[in-house]
């Protein structure tokens, strides 16, 4: 079990740097404008090229940044989810690890207020 749980661990360690290193892409359709976000969910880079300065009215081009973002940022979360599932099903679960497979007590399953 021991062998389990440094494995554990070392996925553990692995899948967090990954989250680290996260990042995620969003552009327009025409290529013009794009953005990253990276793994906290700030905007890293917004790359607006000089024909979109007159292809985008100001507000428009606001907009669409915004939405872009939105985009990268769901990206992001869908990237997260599916790294985070790798993990979900490790072993050594607390069910593994309960003296002798015992049931817990009532009232002992909790973390103390």
Do not use: C, F
Not at 8 to 32: C, K, N, Y
Not at 44 to 56: K, T, W
Not at 76 to 95: G, I, N
Request: no cysteine; aromatic share 2%.
């Amino acid at each position: 079990m021991l062998d389990d749980v440094d494995h554990q661990r070392v996925e553990l360690a692995r899948v967090a740097g990954e989250l680290d290193r996260l990042t995620a892409q969003a552009s327009t359709p025409d290529r013009l404008v794009s953005v990253t976000v990276g793994s906290r969910g700030l905007v890293r880079d917004v790359d607006i090229r000089p024909a979109a300065l007159r292809h985008y009215r100001a507000d428009q081009l606001a907009a669409t940044i915004v939405e872009l973002v939105a985009r990268a940022d769901s990206e992001l979360r869908d990237q997260r989810e599916r790294l985070l599932h790798t993990v979900s099903e490790l072993r050594p679960d607390y069910s593994d690890v309960r003296r002798n497979g015992d049931e817990v007590p009532a009232g002992r399953d909790r973390a103390p207020r």
